[in-house]
Nanobody, 118 residues
Framework: QVQLVESGGGLVQAGGSLRLSCAAS????????MGWYRQAPGKQRELVAA???????NYAETVKGRFTISRDNAKNTVVLQMSSLKSEDTAVYYC????????????WGQGTQVTVSS
């Protein structure tokens, strides 16, 4: 089993920045990719960004150029740096991890709220 613990999130004005972190523990050797999903009210959960252990990345078109995902394999952490935030970025953000590069993922964090005020 793998446990994922998220930190960061909160309330920010449009145009601002936020940083989300996720720390993995447990059977981390079963993990290849780590990523972030989000779910807004009334919408399906969607992939925001993901990164493999080798450093390959994948971003949703809606966040390209604004969000950056990075990973510290030694510390088993993944960070999502979000800038130029928009009201449509408001959602619960979930850290996820698994063997497949771009999902589906086996392990999930509890979620952290990001609210962007316009």
């Amino acid at each position: 089993q793998v446990q994922l613990v998220e930190s960061g999130g909160g309330l920010v004005q449009a145009g601002g920045s936020l940083r989300l972190s996720c720390a993995a523990s447990g059977n981390i050797f079963s993990i290849n990719a780590m990523g972030w999903y989000r779910q807004a009210p009334g919408k399906q959960r969607e992939l925001v960004a993901a990164i493999t252990s080798g450093g390959s990345t994948n971003y949703a078109e809606t966040v390209k150029g604004r969000f950056t995902i990075s990973r510290d394999n030694a510390k088993n952490t993944v960070v999502l740096q979000m800038s130029s935030l928009k009201s449509e970025d408001t959602a619960v953000y979930y850290c996820a991890a698994g063997r497949a590069p771009w999902g589906p993922y086996n392990y999930w964090g509890q979620g952290t709220q990001v609210t962007v005020s316009s």
